[in-house]
């Protein structure tokens, strides 16, 4: 099954809690603090693997979590950080924050990758918080809670040509007879519901990477059909191969109404250079209206090629045209991935509200100072005290008329005001 959209949450791993602990030796009475770093928490790494063309793993996994860092240990011994967590994606995926709508980054070469969650830094040990006034601190710091962010993963197919044209018209028969591919294929409309992908051998040095797109029929553009879900698969191909039905009973109002799809889609698609291909031109009835057609086709500025996609008549010619074609455009080059950006938090941004059950402190900096408190420690809840007086929150509080025994949420903590 082809799946090109996918929703994931993502979270990065929190970083392993800094050690308490002070040394312990033999003759050595009153040894120092010696309580280690967390190790840091797995990041989250979205990577272009060439060997995948579809987001199918994605279809019933939908949550990934990296692992958190190690607590620090004894005698300054850094915990273990954790690995990455790797998620494999082909190329041509586009990810996108669900929230905002904006591009993270656009993934096209093989092992390119984007960073979508950072993991958490460890929390400081006690023996980095010794000095000349405070020689024996009592307290860590927890580590850093990781990054977490729901995304959407759309998948562009990546190919040289793109084969085009109305249902039926025989757009998969052409794949399948210059390609290895697979495609389903029978006489009925809308019989290929997945694009699909193969590679085509014109000579001992080309090759030509070519996607059949679903039938496009009047109204794709705005979602009827299939079109709205495969049109912009088109986008990343250079050339298309515009397959009519030779069958049809006005193949020129097809011609037309194809392009005008395209158009309406995205006005790029309609310039993009078009082989235009006549099928079926084996049955006598197409045989005996091809000098009709080709005349019609003509007076529009087009030169057609009459094909059997089934006898494979006339198919090297189509591919070197195609060929010619992609030769004469300007070099390709990919756009280079959008990184993801995320402004750093200033400690200085934060908002107090007055609720039913006291104040609530909210802001990305003060809630991760939280999160990184040993609430179990006295010096460690003084340390935060100084924090909340640094930023100015302790001030703004007594202005707003905080009392005593009032409950001051920050996070997922509740504490109770004390003057």
């Given amino acids: 099954m082809f799946i090109d959209e996918a929703i994931l949450y993502i979270r990065s791993g929190k970083g392993g809690d800094g050690a308490v602990h002070f040394r312990r030796e033999k003759y050595v009475p009153r040894g120092g603090p010696d309580g280690g770093d967390g190790g840091r928490g797995g990041n989250v790494i979205i990577k272009v693997t060439s060997t995948l063309n579809t987001l199918y793993e994605f279809q019933h996994k939908h949550r990934f979590i990296a692992d958190d860092g190690e607590q620090g240990g004894r005698s300054d011994r850094t915990g273990r950080s954790a690995e990455d967590l790797i998620i494999a994606v082909p190329p041509g995926t586009i990810v996108f924050n669900?929230?905002?709508?904006?591009?993270?980054?656009?993934?096209?070469?093989?092992?390119?990758?984007?960073?979508?969650?950072?993991?958490?830094?460890?929390?400081?040990?006690?023996?980095?918080?010794?000095?000349?006034?405070?020689?024996?601190?009592?307290?860590?710091?927890?580590?850093?809670?990781?990054?977490?962010?729901?995304?959407?993963?759309?998948?562009?197919?990546?190919?040289?040509?793109?084969?085009?044209?109305?249902?039926?018209?025989?757009?998969?028969?052409?794949?399948?007879?210059?390609?290895?591919?697979?495609?389903?294929?029978?006489?009925?409309?809308?019989?290929?519901?997945?694009?699909?992908?193969?590679?085509?051998?014109?000579?001992?040095?080309?090759?030509?990477?070519?996607?059949?797109?679903?039938?496009?029929?009047?109204?794709?553009?705005?979602?009827?059909?299939?079109?709205?879900?495969?049109?912009?698969?088109?986008?990343?191909?250079?050339?298309?191969?515009?397959?009519?039905?030779?069958?049809?009973?006005?193949?020129?109002?097809?011609?037309?109404?194809?392009?005008?799809?395209?158009?309406?889609?995205?006005?790029?698609?309609?310039?993009?250079?078009?082989?235009?291909?006549?099928?079926?031109?084996?049955?006598?009835?197409?045989?005996?209206?091809?000098?009709?057609?080709?005349?019609?086709?003509?007076?529009?500025?087009?030169?057609?090629?009459?094909?059997?996609?089934?006898?494979?008549?006339?198919l090297q010619q189509v591919l070197y045209k195609a060929v010619d074609l992609l030769r004469s455009l300007p070099t390709y080059t990919k756009e280079p991935a959008l990184p993801l950006y995320q402004p750093k938090s200033d400690p200085k941004q934060y908002q107090i509200n007055k609720t039913e059950n006291g104040w609530k402190i909210s802001g990305a900096s003060i809630e991760r100072a939280a999160a990184m408190t040993y609430w179990e420690s006295d010096e460690s809840i003084r340390r935060f005290q100084r924090i909340l007086e640094t930023i100015g929150i302790d001030r703004e509080l007594r202005s707003l008329g905080v009392k005593e025994g009032d409950t001051v949420t920050i996070g997922q903590y509740e504490l109770e005001w004390r003057d």
Wanted: glycine share 10%.
């Fill in 98 to 314: 669900q929230a905002t709508g904006m591009i993270i980054a656009d993934l096209t070469e093989d092992d390119q990758e984007v960073m979508v969650c950072k993991g958490g830094r460890g929390g400081k040990g006690n023996a980095r918080f010794a000095n000349s006034r405070e020689q024996t601190p009592r307290f860590a710091e927890r580590g850093e809670p990781g990054q977490e962010i729901t995304i959407r993963l759309e998948l562009k197919l990546i190919a040289d040509v793109g084969v085009i044209g109305v249902p039926n018209a025989g757009k998969s028969t052409l794949l399948a007879a210059v390609t290895k591919a697979k495609p389903k294929i029978a006489d009925y409309p809308f019989t290929t519901l997945d694009p699909n992908l193969g590679v085509a051998w014109v000579d001992d040095e080309t090759t030509l990477i070519l996607a059949d797109i679903p039938g496009l029929i009047e109204g794709a553009h705005a979602g009827v059909g299939l079109g709205f879900e495969f049109l912009r698969h088109i986008q990343r191909t250079r050339v298309l191969i515009h397959v009519l039905d030779g069958l049809s009973q006005n193949p020129f109002v097809d011609f037309a109404q194809i392009n005008s799809e395209l158009a309406l889609f995205d006005p790029e698609l309609a310039e993009k250079p078009q082989v235009v291909v006549v099928n079926k031109i084996d049955i006598p009835e197409v045989k005996n209206r091809w000098a009709e057609i080709e005349k019609g086709l003509k007076i529009m500025g087009i030169s057609p090629i009459a094909i059997s996609a089934v006898k494979k008549e006339n």
